[in-house]
Every structure is written in structure tokens, then in C-alpha cells.
């Protein structure tokens, strides 16, 4: 309705408010009213999908139809919806099958272009910018990426139900073992606590790209083998968050597509403290439990913590292969330690024994962030530029492109652009 009545110019600021609001609403209605400090599948979790992709179609929406071409980024213009959808377009992107329960978050035009039969004819753009077509002619088969996932889905459940029992993250504030463990075996339980409690996120989002997957959707094209990909809204790469050596290698691997959400609806618009804006968007957007946000401006400190050291000392370590490999497994120690600390509270949820857990350990990380932060300058850049891409602490520039690529080659929402205008803009888009 909001779409309707509002003109390109504001419909996405209406609608972001609204539904964020909305969302909040049942948020708190599940918080407070039916089942505190309860993880169960009830309305709130379709609706924070249902959420992103309504504000992430009125943006587009605003992008394509107001803002002018060179004003957009290459993924904002290679995104952008040029015409309204219909009621039916629209009701059945917010609300199909495949993605109602769990996500992941897709962009409407691929959404649309899995619809219309069009996404297994994407074109290979080569390194030159011709089109390759050798591979376009046979409709690939997603048998074998759905058996895939769905085998770490079990493994992922079994360990769920067996081990992460025994390693209760609530351990870690426990009175007997606070006052009778050593700071090592502390901080290694804390690890393998927090470790032993991301299986549950490796079912439910793998099962949620499986899923998509076995209904034909996701499918980005062809490696240069000739084999296919089925990642195009893949929300989470285990191995390299198991053995991420940043905060923000973390990050970049984590939810991905709500990542890619974050960035395009908040982090590029903001006009002032992009990084603070989209940690507090994200807070807002996973709910109202307080431990939630101790988390998220947690996550600030470390952000740019970790974003000051990298800048700072990082090209000192890099020159030589073995200095290179110590260095990388101390920043892989720092790094799951820094997101052991970081997350305690959003398994917790509640204020008290969230304090109790920084209290035991001194806020130790807290003060070590801003020690960094007043030693370490953090530099300047323009949003926007190279330079900027290359620090920025959440979406690392091989994502950004990644994610350009996982792009259809084709207009689904304007008869003027047509198949090649299309592949090329993707192809500038990727150098730029």
C-alpha cells in the first residue's frame, strides 16, 4: 500500500520505517508477552525475511525509478527496479515457498528471473568482456549441491543435539567454575562453547539454501571448469568462518545475505558513523532481548579495533611465508577469542548474567579496544573510493564483487535495457 500511494522519492524511507517498526512490534509481542529467553519458530522469524526484502525492493524501487545512473553504485544500478511490480510480483517474492520460513534474503530481480525461466541462461562474461555460451545450453541439475548441503545439515544437527549439550555457553558464568578455572581453561571454553553453538545457524540456513536449491533456485552460472554454482544466496562459508583470522573475515563469511542487506539499505546511505548505524540497524532488526545490543556495540569496539590494528601493523607480517603463517595464527586466535567475547551476551539475552560474564573477565577486551583505538589513528577515507572498500569492516571487497556476480545478466524489470546492456554493465561494474 505504502509503495502504491508514495512517489519513488519517499516510498523507501516510509517503508523502511513502517515494516522495521512492524517488525519491532512482534518482536516485543514474542519477547515480553509469549516466550521470554526462548528460541522456538513462531511469526517474528518470517517476518524479519519478510522485512528485508520489503525494504530492499522499495530501495531498489527508489534507486531505479529516481535517482539518476551515475549517482547509483554498480551494484545499486545492477540492482535497481525500474518499473512497479505487480501485487502478484510482489506478494509472491515477500511470500514463496522456498523462503518464507528461513530466507535467505534474495534481490527481487533474480527472484523474478528465476520465475520467468531466465536464470539458467546467464551469459559467462570473460576477463575481455566477450560472452562465453558454451555452457548455457544444458539446464544444470541441482541434485548434487542439494545432497551436499544436505549432508551438513545432519552433521550439523547431530553435533546439535549431542555435543553442544554438554558445552552450555551458560557454563561460562557459572560461580564454581569462574572462581576455580584458570584464565586458560576459561578463555578455551568459552571458544568451544561458542563454537559448539554455531551448528544450529549451519542446519537452519543450509537447510534453507537446500531448499531453495531443490526448487531450482540459486544457481550463479559456471566456473571456468564448466561446473556449476549454486551459492547465489548461500548465506554462510563454515570453513572460513571456523578459521576466519579477522573480525571482519568473520563477518564477511557469517549471515551473508543479511550482510549484503545491512550494507545496501544502511551502510551505503548513511550520511555520518556508517559502521555505528549498521551495527544498531542489526540489533534492532534480530529483536529486543538487551543482550542483543551489548552484543552489537561490542561489535563496534572490535570493529574498529581490529580494523586499526589490520591498518597499522598488518604489512609488517606479510613479506615473508613463515613469518606470514605466525602471523596468521595469532590474528586466528585474537579473532575467536574477540568473537567468543563479543557474542556471549546474544546467547545469554538478558543484562544481568551478560554483566556477570564481562565482570568475570574484567572487560578485558572493552578496555583492549579502546587502548587500540587511542594508539592506533584510524584513517580517513571516502566513502565509496578503493581505499575505502579495502577497510571497510563488515563487507570485504572480494564479497562486494561476488556479489556483482551473483547478479543476473539480464533486465527483468525494463524492456529498454536489454540482454547485452546488461552483461556489460556487470562486466564495468566487476572492474570498477
Known amino acids: 500500500f505504502l509503495i502504491e500511494i508514495f512517489s519513488p522519492h519517499c516510498l523507501s524511507r516510509y517503508c523502511f520505517v513502517f515494516a522495521l517498526g512492524y517488525l519491532t512490534v512482534c518482536q516485543i509481542t514474542r519477547v515480553y508477552i509469549f516466550d521470554y529467553g526462548q528460541y522456538s519458530a513462531d511469526f517474528s522469524g518470517p517476518m524479519m525475511i519478510i522485512t528485508q526484502k520489503i525494504t530492499s525492493l522499495a530501495f531498489e524501487i527508489h534507486d531505479g525509478m529516481f535517482r539518476k545512473n551515475e549517482d ?26 522456498m523462503g518464507i ?43 548434487i549441491a542439494v545432497a551436499q548441503k544436505l549432508l551438513i545439515c545432519g552433521l550439523s544437527l547431530l553435533f ?9 555457553v551458560e557454563y561460562n558464568i557459572d560461580d564454581n567454575f569462574r572462581a576455580t578455572a584458570s584464565w586458560p581453561v576459561r578463555f578455551f571454553y568459552l571458544y568451544v562453547s561458542l563454537m559448539a553453538a554455531r551448528p544450529k545457524y549451519y542446519f537452519a540456513w543450509t537447510l534453507a539454501d537446500a ?27 563454515i570453513q572460513q568462518i571456523e578459521f576466519s583470522t579477522s573480525f571482519k573475515m568473520f563477518l564477511d563469511n557469517w ?14 546511505r548513511a550520511t555520518f558513523s556508517p559502521t555505528i548505524q549498521t551495527f544498531i540497524l542489526s540489533a534492532i532488526w534480530h529483536g529486543v532481548y538487551p543482550g542483543y545490543y551489548l552484543t552489537f556495540l561490542t561489535g563496534v569496539l572490535m570493529t574498529l579495533a581490529a580494523r586499526a590494528i589490520r591498518n597499522n601493523i598488518r604489512h609488517y607480517f606479510v613479506e ?40 568475570s573477565c574484567y572487560f578485558c577486551l572493552h578496555i583492549a579496544s579502546i587502548l587500540v583505538l587511542l594508539v592506533f589513528p584510524l584513517k580517513r577515507t571516502q ?50
Open 211 to 237: 531448499i531453495n536449491n531443490a526448487a531450482g533456485f540459486g544457481f550463479r552460472g559456471y566456473d571456468k571448469n564448466g561446473v556449476t554454482r549454486w551459492d547465489l544466496i548461500s548465506n554462510l562459508r
Open 160 to 168: 546439535h543435539m549431542t555435543i553442544t549439550k554438554t558445552l552450555p
Open 255 to 268: 549471515n551473508i545475505q543479511t550482510a549484503l542487506w545491512l550494507k545496501r539499505v544502511c551502510y551505503e
Open 383 to 432: 566513502k565509496g573510493s578503493k581505499k575505502h572498500e579495502s577497510v571497510q569492516p563488515v563487507w570485504s571487497r572480494k564479497l562486494e564483487e561476488e556479489s556483482l556476480l551473483q547478479k543476473n545478466n539480464y533486465s527483468t524489470t525494463n524492456n529498454s535495457f536489454s540482454q547485452k546492456q546488461e552483461i556489460t554493465c556487470r562486466y564495468q561494474a566487476l572492474k570498477q
Open 72 to 97: 547509483l553504485t554498480p551494484s545499486q544500478r545492477c540492482l535497481a527496479v525500474r518499473r512497479m511490480p505487480s501485487l502478484l510480483e510482489y506478494l509472491s517474492y515477500n511470500c514463496n515457498f
Open 320 to 359: 615473508s611465508p613463515a613469518v606470514k603463517l605466525c602471523y596468521d595464527i595469532v590474528t586466528w586466535m585474537a579473532t575467536q577469542a574477540a568473537i567468543s567475547y563479543t557474542v556471549v551476551p546474544f546467547v545469554l539475552l538478558s543484562v544481568k548474567p551478560s554483566f556477570t560474564f564481562y565482570s
Open 101 to 143: 520460513l528461513a530466507g535467505p534474503l534474495c534481490s527481487y530481480k533474480d527472484y523474478i528471473t528465476f520465475i520467468e525461466g531466465r536464470s539458467y541462461q546467464l551469459q559467462q562474461s570473460e576477463a575481455n568482456g566477450k560472452e562465453d555460451t558454451k555452457y548455457e545450453q544444458t539446464d544444470p541439475s541441482p541434485n
